[in-house]
């Protein structure tokens, strides 16, 4: 899912998830699939849309842009938590 631009993963870890999306040949971004209106709640995870390009909790309907984890819509008034990516050509790394 990320060998080209706008690709984008699922990855294990975080709280609920992480999900990656490449956006350049040398950049990634990485955000936790939580959805921030609120946390506690077991469902409020985060899914990408047919789109590609955004994704949404379905239990409160708040929708975010993947390319930076801001809110688009929804009740939600917080960004998705960003992790930090470092890519030497060859290994991703994401880390806090």
Known sequence: GLNSVGGWVYLTGGFRGIIVYRLSPEEFVAFERTCPYDPEISTARVEVESS????????CGSRFILIDGSVYSGPATKSLKSYRTNFNGEVLHIFN
């Open 52 to 59: 590609g390009l955004t994704v949404i909790d379905s239990t």
